[in-house]
């Protein structure tokens, strides 16, 4: 019996054309025009459902519920095998990341995209397509969530970035590698994360903010958000989760206020840790009611959290242990 697979498509560069010399229209074609130009696999059945036609800095929380809906939507068929999202790179890894958090479902949900449009020279949107669409119906990576596929490299969502604005290998996961690879149609799985957790959506998702910090910075910024109606600042801090001692105030005023602050590092690997004891530390922070957001990237770390406050749930000092 073929497989299955659902294309849902939300426009970015892999659905682009060129207006004028060097200038593309992101989005600019559907998702059937889309598989039309693609040399899809003749095994598999794709059904090819448009969702969007937008630049992926289009997207937002309101636009990836919609496309969780229509995920969800698909999966109520039981002879669908996989999902495959296309979306632009430039947000590609917090939507992706959304959908791990929010799609309960074993079978895959595959994100890709391209750096290339259809029409360039050397453009990487067939392949990936191709690729993406033979990983999603691996009975290998069932139940491992949302993945992300590029440039023949499968990535898991939780940890996949954009680390190159143009370049075909535009996405890595540092310190944590890749899943596999697609070799000439052969998917090939060499890890697999070990655990992971799913979170229901209850209402709309708050507004959390990321505020990156940097020496000598105030407390402005974080007074401001609060002011703005923020529900959650995710810090991306320094090192092990320094900031400047001139933000300590501020962030206490905030926790006190009710606003749920998360702190992150912004260095590639590592964690968040209390390792110092002066004003400013992962440590001070931690007792004036901050978060330590373990090893996750301010992005991810943002995701997790608007989704988590809108389940309207305790939030505690565990909550970004995985």
Request: with cysteine.
């Amino acid at each position: 019996m073929n497989k299955k697979v659902s294309l849902i498509t939300t426009g970015g560069t892999i659905a682009s054309k060129e207006i004028s010399k060097g200038l593309l229209k992101s989005g600019a074609i559907s998702g059937r025009e889309l598989a039309a130009l693609c040399q899809l696999p003749e095994e598999i059945e794709v059904k090819v459902i448009d969702v969007f036609q937008l630049p992926s800095m289009h997207i937002g929380f309101e636009e990836m519920k919609i496309i969780k809906q229509a995920i969800d939507k698909e999966m109520q068929d039981e002879s669908v095998d996989g999902i495959v999202v296309t979306h632009g790179t430039d947000t590609l890894e917090e939507t992706s990341y959304f959908l791990d958090l929010t799609v309960d479902d074993d079978r895959s949900v595959v994100v890709t995209g391209s750096q290339r449009s259809p029409d360039d020279v050397g453009t990487d949107v067939y392949s990936n397509l191709r690729n993406s669409i033979y990983v999603s119906v691996d009975e290998t990576l069932r139940g491992v969530g949302t993945v992300v596929v590029f440039n023949e490299r499968i990535y898991s969502a939780k940890y996949v970035k954009k680390v190159h604005s143009s370049n075909l290998q535009g996405f890595d996961s540092f310190g944590h590698g890749y899943l596999g690879i697609i070799d000439n149609d052969v998917v090939s799985v060499y890890q697999k994360p070990i655990s992971r957790e799913v979170h229901s959506l209850n209402g709309d998702l708050p507004k959390v903010d990321i505020v990156k910090c940097y020496s000598g910075q105030d407390g402005r910024l974080v007074d401001l958000l609060v002011e703005s109606g923020s529900k959650g600042i995710v810090l991306e801090a320094a090192g092990r989760g320094q900031v400047s001692p001139h933000m300590v105030e501020a962030i206490e005023r905030a926790v006190k206020n009710g606003v749920t602050i998360v702190l992150t590092t912004s260095a590639e690997e590592g964690n968040a840790y209390p390792s110092y004891g002066y004003p400013g530390s992962a440590h001070d922070l931690l007792l004036k009611g901050v978060l330590l957001g373990s090893d996750y990237d301010s992005k991810k770390a943002r995701i997790k959290l608007a989704v988590m406050l809108s389940e309207k749930k305790e939030i505690d000092v565990n909550s970004f242990t995985y």
